[in-house]
């Protein structure tokens, strides 16, 4: 080391023998054990930060704080001869080992308020470009209480539903779907620009959204019957 290389002090402080017995989780990074970790934080500006550490009871845990503690689930719907039915889309989940049917949904985008992010993904997901949405009455929701983290005011995924004219809905052999245009509050969506999102929108009985395997899905159902059931001029 010369006079010019800067001096590099690392600082390595052991967790107490009452603290670290209180741990069930361990950090991994890189395959290599961490065994001196008292909090550690993975952030994205878009997504989220995740946490982990000891928890003010005292016992080692992780959250996850979404932009407004939660996105926003749309729930498409109609009223057809053979009852009410539920907009669901195809998509890839990974974590769910391929492709499911859910309620469009994401999350909120810096800046963005709740209805925002509802009518952002609603277009990107289906192709509706709307002016306003039904709000779903109720708390906004955590998805997980044990490790999402909702404890701002206002923070959870809030729901949204958007009743859809039958006239916008087809019959394609067994499966009802999006018309290939849609028209609604006066504007034009060009099939050409949603092709792909179009055609992966269907609707399903409300029974059968209930029981798919994607809980935001099953929550926004049974908000949407308690909605309607307050306000049945809606179907």
Known sequence: MTAKDPIVTTLVTAIPDEEQSRRSWRVMLNGQMMDVVHRLSIFSEEFGTLVYGLTPDGYDSWSFHEPGGGGSVILPFAQLDQGLVIGVVSQHRFNQGGEVLNAPRGFMKVGELHHQAAQRELREETGYLVDSLISLDGE???????????????????????????????????????????????????????????GRTIFVPWRTAARLGDMFTNAAVARLLAHLEDTPQLV
Do not use: W, Y
Request: charged content about 25%; overall charge negative; cysteine-free.
């Open 140 to 198: 906004p929701a955590n998805p997980n209480s044990t490790f999402f983290d909702t404890t701002a005011p206002g923070d959870g995924v809030h729901f949204f539903a958007l009743r859809v004219p039958a006239e916008d809905i087809e019959q394609d052999g067994d499966v009802l779907r999006l018309r290939g245009a849609l028209v609604d509050l006066g504007k034009t969506v060009e099939a050409a620009q949603l092709s792909e999102r179009i």
